[in-house]
């Protein structure tokens, strides 16, 4: 029997919490300037030695989005979703693997802290901490009146500043730190698709898929639209 904590969840928040998180996951310009931003935040507070700036990086990252989406994608068996959400995720990853090296061969070559530079062994510890946040992730949300817990989760899971230092290891030319970066960001991705399609399951959202399918072409077709318009602004 599922806990009434799961199986509270009404219709409308279920088709609403699709909604925003399809919506919040679509990969537009906008979606991939904030991924640059948030990333160059990082690097600079990588830079700086200032865990607060590094802080402030991982509240204005969008990337925790399209894993969620990845999850309920996989949830709902939706290949359009998956591929959609795996694309977006790929292509963040590649941007900011690309402004953290750019960044880092222009402020910071031979000035990376040691304090920043990570060591993390695959460990339960590691992707406990990764499933929990992506289990209060989904939950928050699914409920609304807990979306405000949702910046203290994105801070929890910590995916902008392995990226960084993937970024910052390619622009040092060091192998180890790109490792134990890379390492990192995937134990995170895993525990949080894991957690997400465990919490989408328990509270039935395979049976909205029609619902999100409808969403995922409602925001493809703005896409669409959107480029011919950006395109002739720039002739």
Known sequence: MRLFLFNSIGEEEKAQAIEKLITQSTPSQDFFFMMALSVLTAVFGILLESVAVVIGSMLIAPLLSPILSLSLGITMADSKLIRRSSQTI???VIVGIGVSAVATLL???GKIPEVFVINPSPNLLSVAVAVIAGFAATFALV??????TLPGVAIAV??????????IGLAEMSWVMMTDALILFGLNIVGIIF??????????FYTKKKVAEIIVMKEDKKLEEEEPKELKENI
Request: charge should be positive.
């Open 143 to 148: 409920k609304h009146k807990m979306n405000e």
């Open 107 to 109: 402020f910071g070559a």
């Open 158 to 167: 910590a995916l902008i500043p392995p990226i960084a230092l993937i970024g």
């Open 195 to 204: 957690a997400g399609m465990v919490t989408f399951s328990l509270m039935n």
């Open 90 to 92: 790929l292509k963040s």
